[in-house]
């Protein structure tokens, strides 16, 4: 089972729309098993596959919808409140994978309240239990069993969250948009992951995968910025040979009512179908070769 | 007409990112330096450097009953010595330790571990792996941090060398061991891993000789089992004891070999030209002279010669080969006689 997460700690890079579109490809181009999960207390990815509710005595946030398999009348299912979110993690209580419209695509959505709990912890042990979570819970023979590849969309943060997806990941991709301030994010993430490999054991290093332009327009400002970046012998290995574009099309996917809901169920030959195919099939090339 | 702007990121971030990248090529999943507490550190009960004090003496002091008890408290008082340039200076070189479960095995730096809770010191800098170094591996840390030592005893030096063959042996098959493979795994030179090698292969008194302090230097130790007669090494093995000097036991060496190989010249030399006489050989010591003449002439019946003798110059090597020659004239004319 491969963990792929694409982290940045500078917002609005295209985290939640990379993760999105790896998801899809993984499960409908590749036919692998794939489960998304949400550590963003915005909760965007979940927005994506389910209908979100907000709770009124939760004012913090996006909750998860009823889950589909729930039943009140089961006695099972008799202590559960029928919602379920990555977040039970921290609460040592299961967490049970929504299914999307995508078949083989399960989705583990965020819970904005109790994310952002884990979040603020700041007492060191407890810090070290919540790293450790996200890690545990991957690693356990039921998710190793049902799923091939895992999807983690992260919270623009370097906080206790980002470092338990960092200890859990294998591979690491960073979206950034070619301008000062997310390469700035690079650095945030690319110091996470230096204090992540120093402690790993060897034989299951983390990956970093490279570098992804987002939302890349042909002007001056973002061509100069990834030649400087492609032109350092250090950092140019890491900047991947691919990249997103600037295209309306990606937010269009993600409302709530667009057909089609996935770009890779547009016609072929689509721009944007042939762009994101040719990014996500190079990075599962480096991630399954 | 304006330049065209260029964009690109700042030099500090630049070089921030590649920096970051290269520490993470160079080191991922080797060690790391970090402060640790030394309420998780556990001594490794296999290493060569044998120290009786440990953890629970240095915490708790140590138990009057103990059978090390004089032992340990020697090592207590060495271990102060260190505790107070700790004090002073802190610890200069980070310990070396793994990760084994909830606590770190160590590798290399009991001694200042000790020291340093003996100060009252709660952390001490360590170098971590972050997987158990393979044997060979953690033989040879050991062994680097410990060539650096003087507190550690021959026999300890050989065990630990021992250990380092052993384990290399292991990973490599059984290869012939050379002062030259020696070299190569230690690094230590050529003349220091033939003493190691000859040292090693010593013969069973000399080992015993190791064992028990008799024998404490390294180059003694190869000398001495050098040696092939055990007789002449017992003499070594007790003039060592005795304090004698490298160059003593090698000046003892030689006489030794003379007296053997006079032996051996006398019972053989049958080959060639038949002897009709006796070749008197050569000396450029005019001494070896003086005292042959003196003790022919000391013998009662040969006092008549005295005169002649007495005149000589010893000093001349002229003038005592020709008392020499004298004396063997006077000698052969004493035995027709």
């Known amino acids: 089972m491969e963990i792929i997460a694409f982290v940045n700690n500078k917002g609005g890079v295209g985290k939640t729309t990379c993760s999105k579109l790896m998801a899809e490809y993984l499960s409908k181009t590749k036919q692998l098993r794939t489960l998304c999960i949400d550590f963003d207390p915005q909760c965007n990815f979940s927005h994506q596959y389910l209908q979100m509710e907000i709770d ?7 909750i998860p919808p009823i889950h589909p398999d729930y039943d009140i009348d089961d006695p099972d299912d008799e202590d559960w409140d029928g919602r379920s979110s990555i977040a039970e993690i921290f609460y040592g209580q299961g967490v049970v994978p929504y299914p999307t419209y ?5 989705i583990a959505p965020g819970h904005a309240e109790k994310l952002l709990t884990a979040e ?25 069993e049902a799923y091939d590849a895992v999807v983690i969309d992260t919270a623009p943060s ?24 997310p390469v700035q994010g690079i650095y945030g993430m690319l110091q996470l992951w230096m204090q992540e490999s120093l402690v790993r054991e060897k034989t299951r290093p983390l990956q970093l995968i490279g570098i992804l332009p987002n939302m890349f327009k042909q002007t001056r400002l973002h061509k100069d910025i990834l030649k400087s970046l492609q032109d350092n012998a250090a950092i140019g290995k890491y900047v991947l040979p691919v990249k997103f574009s600037q295209r309306i099309v990606f937010a269009e996917v993600d409302a709530a009512d667009s057909t089609p809901r996935s770009i890779f169920d547009f016609q072929e030959q689509h721009v ?16 399954f070769a | 007409m304006s330049k065209k702007k260029r964009f690109g990121i700042s030099e500090a971030l630049t070089r921030g990112l590649s920096e970051t990248i290269h520490v993470v090529e160079n080191n991922a999943g080797i060690f790391r330096n970090i402060i640790l507490p030394l309420s998780r550190i556990e001594l490794d009960p296999d290493n060569p450097r044998k120290l009786a004090i440990d953890l629970t003496d240095v915490r708790q002091g140590i138990r009057p009953d103990d059978p090390l008890y004089a032992r340990k408290q020697e090592e207590l008082e060495k271990l102060k010595e260190l505790a107070h340039t700790i004090k002073t200076n802190g610890v200069i070189n980070p310990v070396v330790v793994y990760k084994r479960g909830e606590l770190y095995r160590m590798v290399a730096g009991e001694r200042r571990c000790l020291a340093s809770l003996l ?14 170094p393979k044997n060979f591996e953690l033989k040879l840390i ?81 000398l001495i089992a050098g040696v092939l007669s055990s007789e002449v090494r017992q003499q070594l093995m007790q003039a060592c004891v005795a304090g004698s000097s490298l160059k003593a036991l090698k000046s003892l060496i030689n006489q030794q070999k003379m007296i053997k190989h006079h032996q051996a010249r006398l019972s053989t030399s049958k080959r060639g030209r038949q002897t009709a006489k006796i070749n008197m050989g050569t000396t450029m010591k005019a001494a070896v002279i003086k005292t042959i003449v003196d003790c022919v002439i000391s013998k009662k019946e040969y006092d008549k010669y005295l005169d002649i003798f007495s005149r000589v110059d010893w000093m001349d090597l002229r003038q005592t080969t020709h008392a020499f020659r004298k004396l063997i004239e006077l000698l052969e004319v004493e035995m027709v006689a």
């Open chain 1, 56 to 62: 009124p005595a939760a004012p913090e946030g996006l």
């Open chain 1, 158 to 181: 370097k906080g206790p969250l980002t470092i338990s997806v960092i200890k859990a990941a294998n591979h690491i991709i960073i979206p950034s948009v070619m301008e000062e301030q």
């Open chain 1, 120 to 144: 603020s912890v700041r007492r060191s042990e407890v810090v070290d239990k919540v790293h450790k979570q996200l890690a545990n819970f991957l690693n356990s023979s039921d998710v190793r």
């Open chain 2, 142 to 222: 050991q062994w680097v941090e410990n060539t650096a030592r003087e507190d550690l005893t021959l026999a300890e030096r050989l065990d630990n060398m021992r250990d380092i063959i052993r384990e290399y042996q292991g990973q490599h098959g059984q290869v012939e061991v050379t002062a030259t493979l020696i070299k190569t795994i230690t690094g230590l030179s050529l003349s220091q891993t033939t003493y190691y090698l000859t040292a090693l292969n010593a013969p069973e008194d000399v080992q015993v000789g190791i064992q028990n302090g008799s024998i404490r230097n390294l180059d003694k130790a190869a």
């Open chain 1, 102 to 106: 995508v078949e083989k695509l399960d």
């Open chain 1, 272 to 287: 944007a179908k042939n762009e994101a195919m040719e990014v996500c099939s190079y990075i599962a090339e480096r991630i």
């Open chain 2, 119 to 132: 100060i009252g010191k709660q952390e001490i800098e360590a170098r971590v792996f972050n997987e158990k």
